[in-house]
């Protein structure tokens, strides 16, 4: 897939949260549109997966860290052919498949459920090293949230991954610099956080997260890394793609009302008939 064919799915996955999120009158749109290129390179470009056999031995392995975030990656699952799309009109429905935060037991294409912020990278670096000690091929990828780094048990995790030289696992910090109090530096600052990642013996690659050049570089670079994992912080913008969202941290656990939706909408619409020029 090219870059312009990958900006237009990033834009129908952001279109698929927003509606998403405004059937189910509640969630989380920040964060979910800032990491929707990342999610969506991911899963039209970067892994070794397959729709049809969601659980095959071989695949990649990906871990939504930020678990509230789901909206993307169930966006990005139906798009990519894991269920139909009408699932996502019911999402946090009592009994539905698609519930707040990803669940690997109701929903095909999830590798890992999430829940509590900073275990999901446990998860990741432990499927990582159950690929080394099988010694198979697969690689696994985790998305963080820059205020999730807050957290402990991510530093554990990430001074095991560093120790045992995982260079099959990629961590990827969506820096949107926002979390549900505000700014993540006057809540509790992680930064520098690159530099936090050289600490633990990662290879760091900063890059703009909305840059499908720089997004495709930094994952071709995060496969020639030996003998270390790789560390890739996305300098993303909270909200992107819809107007009053962008960079605004009270978006980062509240559903759009009809009209906020219809503005929403039309914002991304705009966006694809500019794409749809190139």
């Given at each position: ?7 237009k ?12 999120l ?6 989380h ?11 969506t ?6 892994m070794?997966?397959?729709?049809e ?17 789901a ?11 894991y ?26 294409g999830?590798d ?15 499927m ?28 554990e995790a ?9 260079d099959?696992l990629?961590?990827?910090?969506d820096?949107?610099?926002?979390q549900?109090d ?13 530099d936090?990642?050289?600490?633990f013996?990662?290879h ?15 994952f ?20 992107k ?19 906020q939706y219809?503005i ?11 794409l749809?020029?190139k």
């Open positions: 897939m090219d870059k312009l064919q990958l900006q799915t990033a834009n129908e996955v952001r279109k698929n949260i927003v509606t998403s405004h059937a189910a009158k509640c969630g749109p920040g964060g979910s549109l800032s990491a929707a290129d990342i999610m390179y991911l899963y039209f470009q970067e070794n997966i397959d729709p056999n969601p659980k095959k031995e071989d695949r990649d392995r990906f871990v939504l860290s930020k678990g509230h975030v909206p993307a990656l169930y966006s990005t699952l139906a798009l990519r052919g269920f139909p799309q009408e699932e996502l009109l019911k999402l946090r429905k009592t009994g539905a498949m698609l519930q707040g935060h990803p669940d690997m037991k109701g929903t095909p999830v890992m459920s999430a829940g509590s912020l900073g275990q999901g990278i446990s998860v990741a670096v432990g990582a090293l159950s690929g080394k000690l099988s010694d198979e091929s697969y690689r696994v990828y985790t998305i963080l949230g820059d205020g999730e780094i807050q957290e402990g048990q991510v530093w990430a001074m095991f991954a560093g120790h045992k030289k995982l099959n990629v961590v990827i910090v820096n949107n610099g926002l549900i505000g700014n993540i530096e006057d809540v509790c600052s992680p930064y520098p956080i690159a936090k990642f050289k600490a013996n990662f760091v690659i900063k890059i703009d997260g909305h840059d499908f050049d720089a997004i495709e570089a930094a071709k670079e995060a496969r020639d890394v030996k003998g270390m994992p790789t560390a890739i912080i996305a300098k993303t913008v909270k909200g793609g819809v107007s009053f969202m962008e960079n605004q941290a009270s978006w980062h656990g509240a559903a759009p009302n009809d009209e219809a929403a909408m039309a914002d991304l619409e705009k966006v694809g008939e500019a749809c020029q």
